[in-house]
C-alpha cells in the first residue's frame, strides 16, 4: 500500500511526530439494536455523532431512516419523519445533511427531523439529468457536505460522478467533476469537507480509482492524497487525521501527509468483503466485510457502519 501527497506542508505543521503510529483497541459486541430485532437492520448508508455523543446511523428496511443510540451504544429513537433511502449524511452544528439516494434529492433537518432545506432533483442541471444520447437519466446522489461559508456540496457517486455546489439557501452555483478529464473520477463514492488545512478542501472518495482526492473548493485539482486504498467508501476528521472506511475490507487511519498511521479490520478473505451478504454468523470479531460509512466521535474513537444486509456497526476506542 502506497500514500503519497502533493502537498507542500511547511514543517512543525503536524501535530503527530513523524512515522508517528496511532492505536486503537476494538470494543466488541458494542451496539445493542432497536428491541425486538436482532441486528440494527439493512445498512448502506452512513454514521455521524451529534454534540451530545449520540450516534446516528441511517438503514434501510425494518426501522428504516436513521436510528439513533446513546454513547453508550444503546438505542434510543429513530429520526422522526426522514426517507429509508438515505445513503450519505453528515452532521454539522447539530444538523443533519443528507443525500436521499431513493428520491434524487438533498435535505437538512434539524436532529428531530424537522425539515428546513430541500433541494429536489429539479434544482440540479437539466443536462446533468441526461445521458450521453440526451434521454433523462436518474441522479444517484450518494454524498453531501457543506462548507464553512455554508455552501452545500454533493456528488451524483453511482452516477455520472459530478459535483455540484450549491448556496447555503439551496441555490445552483457550480458543477465540475465527473469521468472526464482532468478529474477523471469513477464512483466517487463519498465527498467531504477536508478541514485540516489553512483552506478547507473537497476530499473525494475515488472508490473505483484507489484514492483520495483533493479538490478546492472552486473544484480545482489539488492533488492524490492517498493511493492504493481498498476501494474508499467514507471518511471522518480528528485534528490532523483522517479516517477511511474501504468497502473492500478495511479501515485505515491517515495523516495529512497522505500516512498510514494505523490500519483496524483487515480482512483478506474472499467470500468476505465487498459485499453486503455475510450473515452474523460469520461475522469475525473485529473483522471488516464492508466498511461503508465512519465517523470519529469527539475523544478521537472510531466507530464505522458496514454495508451489509443484516447491519452492523464497529467500534474501536483510542488507545490513551
Known amino acids: ?46 454514521i455521524a455523532v451529534d454534540s451530545k455523543g449520540n450516534i446516528y446511523v441511517s438503514v434501510e428496511g425494518e426501522k428504516s431512516g436513521i436510528q439513533v443510540y446513546h454513547p453508550d451504544g444503546k438505542y ?43 433541494i429536489p432533483k429539479e434544482s440540479f442541471p437539466e443536462e446533468k439529468r441526461k445521458k450521453a444520447d440526451g434521454s433523462p437519466r436518474g441522479l444517484a446522489l450518494t454524498s453531501v457536505d457543506v462548507a464553512p461559508n455554508g455552501d452545500i456540496y454533493v ?13 447555503k439557501d439551496g441555490k445552483f452555483k457550480s458543477v465540475f467533476g465527473g469521468r472526464g478529464a482532468p478529474w477523471n473520477l469513477k464512483n466517487c463514492h463519498k465527498i467531504f469537507i477536508d478541514p485540516r488545512y489553512a483552506e478547507p478542501r473537497i476530499l473525494c472518495c475515488d472508490r473505483v ?20 486504498l481498498r476501494r474508499p467508501s467514507s471518511a471522518s476528521f480528528h485534528g490532523d487525521l ?11 487511519v491517515i495523516d495529512k501527509e497522505g500516512k498510514s498511521v494505523a490500519t483496524l479490520g483487515q480482512n483478506d478473505t474472499n467470500g468476505e468483503k ?34 451489509n444486509k443484516w447491519g452492523r456497526v464497529l467500534r474501536w476506542n483510542l488507545k490513551k
Open 242 to 252: 483522517v479516517a477511511i472506511a474501504e468497502i473492500d475490507g478495511r479501515v485505515s
Open 1 to 46: 500500500m502506497m500514500f503519497r501527497s502533493t502537498l507542500c506542508l511547511a514543517l512543525g505543521l503536524l501535530a503527530m511526530e513523524a512515522n508517528g503510529q496511532v492505536a486503537y483497541e476494538l470494543v466488541p459486541n458494542w451496539l445493542t439494536p432497536p428491541p425486538g430485532m436482532e441486528t440494527i437492520g439493512n445498512s448502506h448508508g452512513e
Open 274 to 307: 465487498n459485499t453486503n451478504n455475510v450473515e452474523p454468523a460469520k461475522w469475525r470479531q473485529g473483522i471488516c466485510t464492508g466498511p461503508h460509512g465512519i465517523t470519529f466521535d469527539a475523544q478521537g474513537n472510531l466507530l464505522m457502519a458496514e454495508w
Open 209 to 228: 480509482n484507489l484514492r483520495l482526492l483533493h479538490l478546492g473548493l472552486d473544484g480545482s485539482i489539488i492533488g492524490e492524497h492517498a493511493t492504493g
Open 76 to 118: 434510543s429513537h429513530n429520526v422522526p419523519g426522514l426517507p429509508g433511502t438515505l445513503h450519505g449524511f453528515v452532521i454539522k452544528n447539530d444538523l443533519i445533511y443528507a443525500s436521499v439516494l431513493g428520491q434524487q434529492k438533498v435535505i437538512k433537518t434539524q436532529l428531530d427531523g424537522k425539515v428546513l432545506l430541500e
Open 155 to 167: 456528488v451524483d457517486g453511482y452516477g455520472e460522478d459530478w459535483i455540484f455546489q450549491f448556496d
